[in-house]
C-alpha cells in the first residue's frame, strides 16, 4: 500500500513539473478556497434574510470559488483544451448551484 501512494505522488510531482504547477500550492489554494467559500456564502444567506446588501460577499464568494483554477490557468504551461472546457464547465456549474442556494432562502 505505501509503493501505491509513494507512485500517486511521484506521478502527481512530475505531472506538477510537467505543466509549471505546484501540486502543494494548488491543493492548498483549493481547500483554502472552499472554505471561505462556504463563510461567503453563509453570509450571503445571513445578508439576504436581514435584508441586508449582498454584493460584497456574493463577489467574495466568486473569487474564492475561482481562486484555484485562475492559479491553474496563469501558471500551467502545455495544459490539454479539455482541461480549459473542465475549468468553464466548473465556473457555470458552480455559479448555477451558488444560484439555487440562494434562491433557496
Given amino acids: 500500500m505505501a509503493d501505491f501512494f509513494t507512485l500517486i505522488k511521484d506521478w502527481i510531482i512530475a505531472l506538477g513539473e510537467k505543466h509549471d504547477v505546484d501540486p502543494l500550492l494548488l491543493g492548498c ?45 496563469i501558471a500551467g504551461r502545455n495544459i490539454s483544451i479539455w482541461v480549459y472546457v473542465f475549468i468553464v464547465l466548473v465556473f457555470i456549474y458552480g455559479g448555477y448551484s451558488i444560484w439555487k442556494k440562494i434562491k433557496l432562502v
Wanted: charged share 10%.
Fill in 29 to 73: 489554494l483549493y481547500l483554502v478556497s472552499k472554505v471561505s467559500l462556504v463563510i461567503f456564502i453563509g453570509l450571503v444567506i445571513k445578508n439576504l434574510r436581514a435584508k441586508k446588501a449582498i454584493v460584497l460577499p456574493l463577489l467574495l464568494a466568486s473569487v474564492s470559488f475561482c481562486i484555484p483554477y485562475l492559479y491553474l490557468v
